[in-house]
C-alpha cells in the first residue's frame, strides 16, 4: 500500500541554522501539507500546497518558512533560520483531492539546540 | 477559530471491552467534517472514521463506530471488541471548506490483555 515517506526521521541543528525537512507524498496525489506537533501540544496546520503554490496557511507559517516542490516526487519544508521554539515533530500529509482524506507521514523530530 | 478538544489525555480498556473516546468541537459552519485518526507508536497516522456533517447517520467501519451529535458538538468514538492492536494515540480532527485539519491534543489508548 503507497505510503507517505519523510526523512529524516530525526534532525538536530543548532540554533539559526536553516533546516530542510523532506516528504515523498502518494504518487497520484495532488494536494500537499504540512503540519506540526510541539511535545505535549495538540497537531497544528501549517500550510496546504496544490499546483505548485500555497493554497492556505497558517498564521505560525510565517516569512521563516518555505515550501518548495522541487522535481515530480519531492515536497519540502525550509526552516530559515531556525529557533528554539521550532524544535517540534513535523507531519507530511498528501490527498488525492483538496477535500479528501489526508494521508500522513510518520514525521520528522526536529530538535533545534 | 475551530477548536477541537479532547478531555482524556489517557484511556484504558480490557481486551474485548468496548470503550469510548469524547471529542467536542467548536464551529459556526454548517458544513464541515469530522475524522479520527490513529497514530500506533513510531508509526504515521492513519485514518480510523469520518463523518460529515450533512448526514445525520452515525459513520461505522467494522469495530469503530462514531457517535455525532450536532447540535452538541460532539464526537466520540467507541471500539467494540478491543484489540491489542488497537492500543495507540487518537486524534480527533475537523474540518471544515477548506483543507486545513483542526486537530485535538489526542488520547492515548492503553488494552490491557
Known amino acids: 500500500e503507497p505510503e507517505v515517506t519523510q526523512t529524516p526521521s530525526h534532525q538536530v541543528t543548532q540554533m539559526g541554522q536553516e533546516v530542510i525537512l523532506r516528504c515523498v507524498p502518494i504518487s497520484n496525489h495532488l494536494y500537499f501539507y504540512w503540519y506540526r506537533q510541539i511535545l505535549g501540544q495538540k497537531v497544528e496546520f501549517l500550510v496546504s500546497f496544490y499546483n505548485n503554490e500555497i493554497s492556505e496557511k497558517s498564521e505560525i507559517f510565517d516569512d521563516q518558512f518555505s515550501v518548495e516542490r522541487p522535481d515530480g516526487s519531492n515536497f519540502t519544508l525550509k526552516i530559515r533560520s531556525t529557533k528554539l521554539e521550532d524544535s517540534a515533530m513535523y507531519f507530511c500529509a498528501s490527498s488525492f483531492q483538496g477535500r479528501g482524506e489526508q494521508f500522513f507521514g510518520p514525521g520528522t523530530r526536529l530538535t533545534v539546540l | 477559530a475551530q477548536t477541537v478538544t479532547q478531555s482524556q489525555p489517557e484511556m484504558s480498556v480490557q481486551e474485548a471491552e468496548t470503550v469510548t473516546l469524547s471529542c467536542t468541537y467548536d464551529t459556526s459552519e454548517s458544513d464541515y467534517y469530522l475524522f479520527w485518526y490513529k497514530q500506533p507508536p513510531s508509526r504515521q497516522m492513519i485514518l480510523v472514521i469520518r463523518?460529515?456533517?450533512?448526514?445525520?447517520q452515525n459513520a461505522t467501519e467494522n469495530r469503530f463506530s462514531v457517535n455525532f451529535q450536532k447540535a452538541a458538538k460532539s464526537f466520540s468514538l467507541k471500539i467494540s471488541d478491543s484489540q491489542l492492536g488497537d492500543a495507540a494515540m487518537y486524534f480527533c480532527a475537523y474540518r471544515r471548506s477548506g483543507n486545513q485539519f483542526y486537530f485535538g491534543t489526542g488520547t492515548s489508548l492503553t488494552v490491557i490483555p
Open positions: 463523518q460529515e456533517a450533512y448526514k445525520q
